[in-house]
């Protein structure tokens, strides 16, 4: 059964303006979330991460809110810009150990 | 140096060869991780290493065999492969095997491997 899920295979935006990406998770002692985005033929790259004593969390365009009650939490990325197109996953960090788990990924296309 | 490397990128391998995938990183990270990724499915953690302990081996069949030879170094050495094992091999590595901030894992490129 999956415990990170983002249900939204692919997203298609408009250059300029927001994008929003969609993770849920089910395991409410998981406390540490980030996203990744991975262009193909490469590793993913770390973008930004969030504890669950926060809500929010911003680094530049890119902006991380959770909501704990919800066990959702969702990527902003304002102004969208073509060369954010990649798959982004979304990945949990619960427990003692590093394992993270994985959501299936969601592939942005970000038109000019 | 926040790079993690792995070599080869590409690899093509019969059932009965023998290979190694080989993974450095240089930002003194104790943690060290082998992830299998398949076509349009998310990476699936194989192994950690920490301080070049083997810390989770996630029931990875033995014909996938990890070493941590020293703290910037992590191989995955490769016998009797099966056609179904081709995947994108990645490498990871974080500061430490606790999960939080600041503790995030870095991903090398990967290595493409396709056994025949």
């Known amino acids: 059964d999956q415990q990170v899920k983002q249900n939204s295979p692919s997203l298609s935006v408009q250059e300029g303006r927001i994008s929003i990406l969609n993770c849920d998770y089910t395991?409410?002692?998981?406390?540490?979330f980030l996203w990744y985005k991975k262009y193909p033929a490469e590793g993913p790259t770390f973008l930004i991460s969030?504890?669950?004593?926060?809500d929010k969390n911003e680094d530049g365009r890119f902006t991380v809110f959770l909501n704990k009650s919800a066990k959702h939490l969702s990527l902003h990325i304002v102004p969208s810009q073509p060369g954010d197109s990649a798959v982004y996953f979304c990945?949990?960090?619960?427990?003692?150990?590093?394992?993270?788990?994985f959501g299936k990924g969601t592939k942005l296309s970000v038109k000019p | 140096d926040t790079e993690v490397t792995q070599t080869p990128k590409h690899l093509v391998m019969g059932m009965t060869n023998k290979k190694s995938l080989k993974c450095e990183q240089h930002?003194?990270?104790?943690?060290m991780y082998w992830y299998k990724q398949k076509a349009k499915k998310p990476p699936e953690l194989m192994f950690v290493?920490?301080?070049?302990?083997?810390?989770i081996n996630e029931s990875v069949p033995s014909r996938f065999s990890p070493e941590c030879p020293n703290s910037s170094l992590l191989n995955l050495h490769l016998h009797a492969l099966q056609p179904e094992d081709s995947a994108l091999y990645l490498c990871?590595?974080?500061?430490?095997?606790?999960?939080?901030?600041?503790?995030?894992?870095?991903f090398g490129p990967g290595t493409r491997l396709t056994v025949l």
């Open positions: 930002m003194g990270h104790r943690a």
């Open positions: 969030i504890s669950s004593i926060k």
């Open positions: 990871a590595s974080s500061q430490t095997e606790s999960p939080g901030f600041g503790n995030e894992q870095f």
């Open positions: 990945a949990s960090s619960g427990g003692s150990q590093g394992n993270l788990i």
């Open positions: 395991n409410s002692m998981f406390d540490y």
């Open positions: 290493y920490s301080y070049e302990k083997l810390s």
